[in-house]
């Protein structure tokens, strides 16, 4: 077994997003996600070691530091950080020249040509769904023989193996929780709607929704929902209180739809309820009251949930597969119920307008969501939304994210400029939460917390800073135009 290093490399200044973000830029306010991507088949590997650089402020020269005892090091990367990214493997390699370095992650799985004929310091890139993949490669098997895997053969040549299938035994599939707690301090990982310390990870991959924008199920995950058993949960749960104890305040089920199989759910739930535990989950704005009453009563806190759009023909557009009346009816009964919602929405959606977008800051206002996460539609390669930016003509000349890690529109539309796209982002946050339906709750929450009323302070400031910049930004854009 080679000695291996999966490692979230160091982030460029302000930029926060990582191997869990669907959407790779700097938060209003700190946030980080587990490195679950890295984390699984770091289980799966005896003996290696999980970095994750970002959320632990650990410098290029620590990471070093640690990569020079090792064989084997695998680097998450996405498609904003990736420049940043291969500087990290250049480094390694230069204080190392015979390290193996490869890249997993959505962008290289869809682009594995392009990333090594680019980038010459990559030795090899995982595609698609990459457990088995990176546990064959710390095994020492023969780089020709591995499905999934593309890579520099000696001669330098690039060479692509057939497909590895996707996982379907995720019962066979060990719980990340041993590696959190031996390689992570949960401290570090900070996500504003979430209790702390919390801890996130995924019972399962792939969604049937179709979303033309989503980027992990249409590059790595798939959309067939494949997962463990509730019983399978039910033991990890068990594990996770001996490790943790009662340092975790609560447990996120990130699967891209935990509740799209709702008896699962429930299933699950239950064992949470005799675990003690309070959990939150994805979901879609569609389950019943009676299902959100049952996992409410089996110590479901919150949801998050995206809503997207307030106008149907986008939410059509995109094949979201919601009624605009169903989410307002889902709503009305996580209100009745006391179920905390975090509430997500897009700009820049196609063909948004500014009518659009007063649309969807109406609903948001309307549905009224604890709280509310703002992005700008982020045309990932290997995403549906991708070609149709391509097809039509609708990308400009911007990366994803700025220097300052803040996400920029890459899309515009003859209706909507690109500069409009992301002043709206500012608009909608004001007029969302300078609103008392909004303040009031989050008050409230604070006074009752104490914990609770320093970090809402903390991420206040935060948050007018975030709005502060990204209006520096947006005047930098207009007059370089």
């Not at 709607?193 to 995950?221: M, V």
Request: aromatic share 10%.
């Amino acid at each position: 077994m080679k000695k291996t290093l999966f490692l979230n490399p160091p982030s460029f200044d302000g930029f926060d997003g990582g191997a869990g973000s669907r959407y790779q830029a700097k938060r209003e306010i700190t946030s980080f996600w587990y490195p679950t991507w890295l984390a699984q088949p770091a289980a799966l590997v005896p003996g290696s070691k999980l970095v994750d650089a970002p959320p632990h402020n650990q410098t290029i020269e620590d990471v070093l530091k640690i990569a020079k005892d090792y064989e084997l090091v695998i680097m998450h990367t996405s498609t904003p950080s990736l420049a940043n990214d291969v500087k990290c493997a250049e480094a390694i390699k230069a204080q190392n020249p015979d390290v193996q370095v490869g890249f997993v992650g959505a962008h290289v799985a869809v682009l594995p040509e392009k990333t090594l004929k680019n980038h010459p310091v990559i030795d090899f890139v995982c595609r698609n769904e990459f457990d088995y993949t990176c546990k064959e490669l710390a095994e020492g098997k023969s780089w020709s023989e591995i499905a999934g895997l593309s890579y520099r053969d000696h001669n330098c040549d690039i060479r692509h193996n057939e497909e590895r299938p996707l996982i379907h035994d995720w019962d066979a599939m060990p719980s990340v929780l041993p590696v959190y707690g031996r390689d992570l301090d949960i401290k570090k990982y900070f996500i504003g709607y979430l209790l702390h310390p919390y801890i996130s990870f995924y019972t399962g991959r792939g969604c049937p929704a179709k979303c033309t924008f989503c980027l992990w199920p249409q590059t790595i995950g798939g959309h067939l929902y494949r997962h463990k058993s509730p019983e399978a949960v039910g033991r990890e749960m068990e594990e996770a209180k001996v490790i943790f104890g009662d340092k975790v305040r609560e447990y996120m089920f990130d699967d891209d739809t935990f509740t799209i199989d709702k008896h699962r759910a429930i299933a699950i739930s239950e064992h949470m309820k005799r675990l003690k535990l309070t959990w939150s989950c994805n979901a879609r704005a569609n389950l019943d009251y009676d299902t959100l009453k049952q996992l409410r009563d089996n110590g479901l806190r919150l949801l998050l949930v995206g809503f997207e759009s307030g106008n149907q023909d986008i939410l059509n557009g995109i094949k979201k597969g919601i009624k605009l009346e169903v989410a307002r009816e889902f709503m009305k009964n996580c209100h009745k119920l006391g179920i905390t919602v975090h509430g997500t929405f897009i700009i820049g959606l196609p063909i948004e307008t500014k009518e659009t977008v007063e649309q969807t800051i109406r609903f948001a206002c309307e549905l009224s969501p604890h709280t509310i996460q703002v992005s700008i539609a982020a045309p990932y390669p290997g995403t549906e939304l991708y070609e149709q930016a391509k097809t039509n003509g609708w990308f400009t000349n911007q990366s994803l994210v700025a220097n300052s890690g803040i996400q920029t529109s890459t899309l515009q539309y003859s209706t909507l400029s690109s500069a409009e796209i992301e002043d709206a982002v500012e608009q909608m946050y004001r007029k969302f939460y300078f609103r008392p339906q909004a303040i009031i709750p989050i008050v409230r929450e604070m006074l009752t917390d104490r914990q609770m009323m320093v970090r809402r302070l903390r991420e206040g400031g935060e948050f007018f800073s975030y709005l502060k910049e990204r209006r520096t930004q947006a005047a930098a854009h207009a007059q370089s135009n």
